[in-house]
């Protein structure tokens, strides 16, 4: 089955400047990738997606980027913000009804 | 909208107990997912069902474990007999599937907080 791995576990970055998560796979056949966004005591929140016919996808402060050759994709946020703070999953899956493999998680910590 | 429906959100029972957790996706959704969230395993896929039928449910951790979804409105995950290992939080989520034309985005519900004690 599918195997996603997460990194860093833990990131802490100053009030404005850049955040990357980085997340590898290992099954070929996944075409779809969503991060989600947990507070604490929360559900996960889809915040994007990027799917395998494209290499990058951005929505304001954040962008997905997708190397299928690699097997590995990546979250960008820029001008990180208080409300950031939160963890962070990535997650593949071959699409269409196919169920998620989560990564273990980032705790994005943002400092003031 | 309503969005996905989780009931009981917490739940605190004793071990051997039998627990009964349920869902209602959205509407209109024709795929639902069953996950379990704890600190040691992180989010786990434990089945899902597509079109009210079961697709996958090699997740599921033991045959203590048993998932049903009746109709297109209502899921059922149940955990006979419930052991202290079972204490996490379990997520419903849906989503739309036209096959080649999928949606594939799972919008998660607020959870269950099963604590086994």
């Known amino acids: 089955g599918e195997n996603v791995e997460q990194h860093p576990s833990t990131l802490s970055v100053q009030e404005g400047d850049s955040a990357v998560i980085k997340c590898t796979y290992s099954d070929s056949a996944s075409n779809y990738f969503p991060w989600y966004k947990q507070e604490l005591g929360k559900r996960p929140q889809l915040i994007i997606d990027i799917r395998s016919n494209v290499g990058e996808k951005k929505d304001q402060r954040i962008a997905v980027t997708l190397n299928k050759t690699a097997k590995h994709f990546s979250l960008h946020i820029t001008e990180t913000q208080p409300e950031d703070s939160a963890v962070y999953f990535c997650a593949a899956s071959r699409g269409g009804a196919d169920g998620l493999t989560f990564g273990k998680g980032t705790h994005l910590i943002i400092q003031p | 909208d309503a969005g996905v429906i989780q009931s009981p959100r917490h739940e605190v029972t004793e071990m051997g107990q039998e627990v009964t957790l349920r869902c209602k996706p959205i509407?209109?959704?024709?795929?639902l997912f069953w996950y379990r969230q704890t600190m040691m395993r992180g989010l786990e896929l434990l089945i899902y069902f597509n079109n009210n039928v079961p697709i996958d449910d090699s997740g599921m951790p033991e045959d203590r474990f048993s998932a049903k979804m009746p109709n297109a409105s209502f899921s059922t995950l149940k955990i006979q007999p419930s052991e202290p290992r079972d204490s996490a939080v379990y997520f419903c989520?849906?989503?739309?599937?036209?096959?080649?034309?999928?949606?594939?985005?799972?919008?998660f519900g607020p959870g269950t907080r099963l604590t086994v004690l």
């Open positions: 509407s209109g959704h024709n795929s």
């Open positions: 989520a849906s989503s739309f599937d036209q096959g080649t034309i999928a949606t594939d985005t799972q919008y």
